[in-house]
């Protein structure tokens, strides 16, 4: 399908091709799409449902609207064509204005993926960011659930992409905070650090080296990898689970083809990693306050100790209200118990996140109740782990569903992971969204400063922190397989 379209009730989606393909003739073009959309599809996630999709979609729309991420990486399309928008507009392409105007872009695939397509958006620091609609096909399927676009992995057929495509057409648009992520260390003594340590980096962490000479850990042998993450970043037991669910899928990706049969393994490995049997399995020097010290920011330049409960084994700074496949940590504090008066309901861009422990998964199952969370620690809008020696040679951390096993010094020297706000990102949300916009006129007036902190970010370190790495800079290694961002 190129310039023409047979089917009238997909040409409001329709982009076409002198819009999409450099160099191609212009033409008039007399409807105008009322939701015109670009499309990328992890066509390895959901087992064989990704390329299936991927069939579909350039079926029932122009096929070069619609992208392979395992071929075409989102920064370079998305920048080809906001460059061709550009010079079409300078030239007076009305249509062109109108497709810039209306874009919304639609991302299939696990939330490593989702995170992806954010971060790569939000680099790119486009004219007008285009809002961006998920289809869940991974295992979690956390930011897709948080907006209403459900957990199960969809239907493939044409009626079935049709009928998303009309969710997209008639969804609202919804701000939501982006976070990034800051981590230091020491290099490993062999390999090199660039684009990707030795050790197994998340693949939304990526290598930065101009480090300001203010910094204290600015000294020869240290790294510094920035991203950024939209729904949490764990550490603790929790992450040890979901690393040895993604290490058994890299060992045997045969085995997980199904949705149900991931969830069933997922399960398992929680029983076999001691996740329900902490104490036997887990060390108590492996607990969160024998492993880091915290501190939190909650007004701009004022750092404090956060204390930790002994008992903790996991940690998760959850910026949507949805954790491990649609559960909710944070809960709805209550505001006249005097342990929740300082603390408001888990709003998704009120510049704040959410920092909730947990001892096992027994403590988790609290979820499946109607009033069940967490232990709530704090809200914050910047938060620093510091891990130096210890009891522990390594732990295991997370972020949106992509785990990673850390060293953890076993000299005088410091890891530190920083997590910070850095503006927001635009949702496409349909009526079933279970996010909450701090501006919502149902929301519970008085949580926030009415004084804004007009203090501005140190230039210490804003180099670095002024982007995610998504775009651009961003390289898989070549043997990397993108099924394992599902």
Known sequence: MGDTISDNSLKDFYIPNYILVPGSEVKDVSHVPACPVIVFINSKSGGQLGGELLVTYQAVLNKNQVFDLGEKAPDKVLHQLYVTLGTLKKNGDTLATEIEKRLRIIVAGGDGTAGWLLGVVCDLKLPQPPPIATVPLGTGNNLPFSFGWGKKNPGTDCQSVEFFLNQVKIAKEMKIDSWHILMRMRAPKE???????????????????????????????????????????SIGMDAQVSYAFHSERKLHPEKFKNQLVNQS??????????????????P????????????????????EDLKIPRSIRSIVCLNLPSFSGGLNPWGTPHRKKSHDRDLTPPY??????????????????????????????????????????????HTFMRIDG????????VDDDTVVVEISNLGQVSM???????????????????????????????????????????????????????????
């Open 428 to 486: 496409l949300a349909t009526p079933n969204c279970r996010s909450k916009s701090v501006y919502d006129p149902s929301s519970p007036v008085g949580h926030l400063d009415e004084e804004e902190d007009s203090a501005e970010e140190s230039m210490e370190d804003w180099e670095e922190r002024r982007k995610f790495g998504a775009a651009d800079t961003f390289k898989f290694p070549d043997e990397f397989d993108i099924a394992h961002l599902s």
């Open 348 to 393: 998704v861009d009120d510049g704040v996140i959410e920092i909730v422990g947990f001892r096992d998964a027994w403590h988790g199952l609290v979820l499946l109740s109607p009033n069940g969370h967490g232990t709530r620690l704090a809200q914050a809008n910047r938060i620093r782990f510091e891990f130096h020696k210890g009891a522990a040679d």
């Open 265 to 282: 393994t997922y399960l398992k490995l929680g029983c076999t990693q001691g996740w329900f049997c902490a104490s036997l399995f887990h």
């Open 402 to 409: 992509e785990p990673w096993k850390q060293p953890l010094p």
């Open 284 to 303: 108590s020097s492996r607990n969160i306050a024998h492993l880091t010290k915290v501190r939190i920011m909650k007004r701009q330049g004022q750092w």
């Open 191 to 233: 390999g090199s650090c660039d684009p990707i340590a030795p050790l197994e980096l998340p693949h939304s962490l990526h290598a930065f080296h101009r480090v300001s000479q203010t910094d204290t850990l600015n000294m020869e042998g240290y790294h510094t990898f920035r991203g950024g993450f939209w729904n949490y970043f």
